[in-house]
């Protein structure tokens, strides 16, 4: 198959084998969950369980009525302690409410009945989405509602480009099966003709393994792609133009173009939904760094807090200086490990003096370009820059700021060690937020519209029902209603009124 290129990227140092080695582990359950009802892209969940109230694993204790978003399981069975609102991890410190649990041992499953095979592509997607399952390469849009529109093609994205990141490598060495029977469902659901399974050709394990798997399945449903290793080629995006030679047109979507890509954990999640009734409610984590004492790739339940996730990589080292959700490139800092994982949080990474960038170097931008030559998305980041730090938000929207992917090429490529990726997220929230503040005015304004309409409706019925009863009140009115009335007794009493 003929590859092509993307703009820009680099070549960055690997560093997968520090936690691919001993396979894929399970961690003890946690005492204590933390779930938040927000875990995707749309509108909080609304928890349907209640403090006090006793769970099943695999129970939805929290659904979405409507719009976008995604139902939440219990990954473990237990006790509702408390739904209390938390800080999720990141610079927008946005607080949403959280299902406490306290987990119990050995207690009940609740699971959905299997579907049958052939299913009805109907019930196939509302299996998906009543599992609750969102992508898990970290965008978390809700698998039904990608999977609810016909594309030519499905790309099951296994480009795990972030340095540290390894949870799809290590899910594919073990799972590869589970991941191609996925994706053979979701290209069914998708009427998806062509389905390319693109792995980079640096995960060899991973590559057999799903050779293996396609074989087994028939190689004419699903292609088997090793893609060069290149940061961000995991991107969407990226990928895509890497496979096909088309780019996604600025402001649109893979749909345009007849393409629907998923994760391949995603894919894997699918199965398991539809075969065995099993919703999501637990990921594959990579747990790694010079900052860990045993790295691995673990299966971790939903809610977890990411310090008992170190724990059971052997806890901190003396090395420890900075603690990330994601990898290097893309990833969050976090100020403590309080945090609880979530269904897009793929690794939790622990960085020592070596790995870390000094802050205060920063210096003024000389203009060189590099950042536009590294860039994917084919931006002018000194340009928005710019525009970002003079408050010239409208200008920087026009000119692609949300076509940034946030990948951080630009800020390795700095000379000047300008921190660019941090001012573009910056800019963003503060659009988002201007844009929250207009809907929530706009709703506002049509409130008290409608008050005022209902209000002087109101005020005119009366006055029109004062006026009725002023009209009977009159002399003319009374004449009336008494010549009425003399009618009837007339009508009532002559013998010949029935006649």
Same mark, same amino acid.
């Given at each position: 198959?003929?590859?092509?290129?993307?703009?820009?990227?680099?070549?960055?140092?690997?560093?997968?084998?520090?936690?691919?080695?001993?396979?894929?582990?399970?961690?003890?359950?946690?005492?204590?969950?933390?779930?938040?009802?927000?875990?995707?892209?749309?509108?909080? *969940?609304?928890?349907?369980?209640?403090?006090?109230?006793?769970?099943?694993?695999?129970?939805?204790?929290?659904?979405?009525?409507?719009?976008?978003?995604?139902?939440?399981?219990?990954?473990?069975?237990?006790?509702?302690?408390?739904?209390?609102?938390?800080?999720?991890?990141?610079?927008?410190?946005?607080?949403?409410?959280?299902?406490?649990?306290?987990?119990?041992?050995?207690?009940?499953?609740?699971?959905?009945?299997?579907?049958?095979?052939?299913?009805?592509?109907?019930?196939?997607?509302?299996?998906?989405?009543?599992?609750?399952?969102?992508?898990?390469?970290?965008?978390?849009?809700?698998?039904?509602?990608?999977?609810?529109?016909?594309?030519?093609?499905?790309?099951?994205?296994?480009?795990?480009?972030?340095?540290?990141?390894?949870?799809?490598?290590?899910?594919?060495?073990?799972?590869?099966?589970?991941?191609?029977?996925?994706?053979?469902?979701?290209?069914?659901?998708?009427?998806?003709?062509?389905?390319?399974?693109?792995?980079?050709?640096?995960?060899? @394990?991973?590559?057999?393994?799903?050779?293996?798997?396609?074989?087994?399945?028939?190689?004419? @449903?699903?292609?088997?792609?090793?893609?060069?290793?290149?940061?961000?080629?995991?991107?969407?995006?990226?990928?895509?133009?890497?496979?096909?030679?088309?780019?996604?047109?600025?402001?649109?979507?893979?749909?345009?173009?007849?393409?629907?890509?998923?994760?391949?954990?995603?894919?894997?999640?699918?199965?398991?939904?539809?075969?065995?009734?099993? *919703?999501?409610?637990?990921?594959?984590?990579?747990?790694?760094?010079?900052?860990?004492?045993?790295?691995?790739?673990?299966?971790?339940?939903?809610?977890?807090?990411?310090?008992?996730?170190? @724990?059971?990589?052997?806890?901190?080292?003396?090395?420890?200086?900075?603690?990330?959700?994601?990898?290097?490139?893309?990833?969050?800092?976090?100020?403590?490990?309080?945090?609880?994982?979530?269904?897009?949080?793929?690794?939790?990474?622990?960085?020592?003096?070596?790995?870390?960038?000094?802050?205060?170097? @920063?210096?003024?931008?000389?203009?060189?370009?590099?950042? *536009?030559?590294?860039?994917?998305?084919?931006?002018?980041?000194?340009?928005?820059?710019?525009?970002?730090?003079?408050?010239?938000?409208?200008?920087?929207?026009?000119?692609?700021?949300?076509?940034?992917?946030?990948?951080?090429?630009?800020?390795?490529?700095?000379?000047?060690?300008?921190?660019?990726?941090?001012?573009?997220?910056?800019?963003?929230?503060?659009?988002?937020?201007?844009?929250?503040?207009?809907?929530?005015?706009?709703?506002?304004?049509?409130?008290?519209?409608?008050?005022?309409?209902?209000?002087?409706?109101?005020?005119?019925?009366?006055?029109?029902?004062?006026?009725?009863?002023?009209?009977?009140?009159?002399?003319?009115?009374?004449?009336?209603?008494?010549?009425?009335?003399?009618?009837?007794?007339?009508?009532?009493?002559?013998?010949?009124?029935?006649?």
């Amino acid at each position: 198959m003929h590859l092509h290129r993307f703009h820009g990227g680099l070549d960055l140092p690997g560093h997968k084998a520090e936690s691919t080695a001993g396979g894929l582990r399970r961690v003890a359950p946690p005492p204590r969950l933390y779930l938040s009802l927000l875990q995707h892209a749309g509108l909080p *969940a609304e928890a349907c369980v209640g403090v006090g109230e006793a769970v099943a694993r695999g129970q939805c204790i929290a659904r979405v009525e409507a719009g976008a978003g995604a139902d939440l399981h219990a990954p473990l069975a237990g006790r509702v302690v408390a739904i209390q609102t938390r800080a999720l991890p990141g610079p927008s410190g946005l607080a949403v409410p959280h299902i406490v649990l306290d987990t119990q041992a050995d207690g009940p499953t609740q699971a959905m009945p299997p579907l049958g095979d052939p299913a009805p592509v109907n019930a196939i997607r509302a299996r998906i989405r009543d599992a609750g399952i969102v992508g898990l390469g970290g965008a978390g849009f809700p698998t039904a509602g990608k999977l609810a529109v016909t594309r030519a093609t499905l790309v099951i994205n296994g480009a795990e480009c972030e340095p540290w990141i390894a949870c799809d490598d290590a899910l594919l060495r073990e799972h590869a099966d589970e991941v191609v029977r996925g994706a053979r469902l979701m290209a069914r659901v998708a009427g998806a003709g062509r389905i390319l399974l693109a792995i980079e050709d640096s995960m060899r @394990e991973a590559l057999a393994a799903c050779s293996e798997a396609v074989a087994a399945h028939g190689n004419e @449903e699903v292609t088997l792609v090793a893609v060069p290793t290149r940061y961000p080629e995991g991107g969407e995006r990226q990928l895509i133009q890497v496979l096909t030679g088309q780019e996604v047109p600025r402001g649109g979507l893979p749909r345009d173009i007849g393409v629907v890509v998923q994760n391949v954990a995603t894919a894997r999640a699918a199965w398991r939904a539809v075969a065995l009734g099993e *919703a999501l409610f637990e990921r594959v984590v990579t747990v790694t760094g010079p900052g860990v004492a045993r790295p691995g790739n673990f299966f971790v339940p939903l809610g977890t807090p990411v310090g008992y996730l170190v @724990e059971q990589a052997g806890g901190y080292t003396p090395l420890a200086q900075r603690l990330m959700l994601g990898g290097p490139m893309m990833g969050i800092a976090l100020p403590h490990d309080d945090f609880a994982i979530g269904k897009t949080h793929n690794c939790v990474l622990v960085l020592g003096d070596a790995e870390l960038r000094a802050s205060d170097d @920063e210096m003024p931008c000389i203009r060189c370009g590099d950042c *536009a030559t590294v860039c994917p998305s084919r931006l002018l980041p000194q340009q928005l820059l710019w525009q970002a730090r003079a408050g010239r938000l409208d200008e920087a929207r026009d000119q692609g700021l949300f076509d940034c992917i946030e990948c951080g090429c630009c800020d390795l490529a700095c000379p000047s060690h300008i921190p660019l990726t941090e001012q573009f997220r910056r800019a963003k929230g503060e659009l988002l937020a201007r844009e929250a503040d207009a809907v929530l005015a706009e709703a506002a304004r049509q409130r008290f519209e409608a008050r005022r309409e209902r209000l002087e409706r109101e005020a005119a019925e009366r006055e029109a029902r004062l006026a009725a009863r002023k009209s009977a009140a009159s002399p003319a009115g009374v004449a009336a209603a008494l010549e009425r009335a003399r009618a009837r007794r007339v009508a009532g009493t002559d013998p010949d009124a029935g006649a």
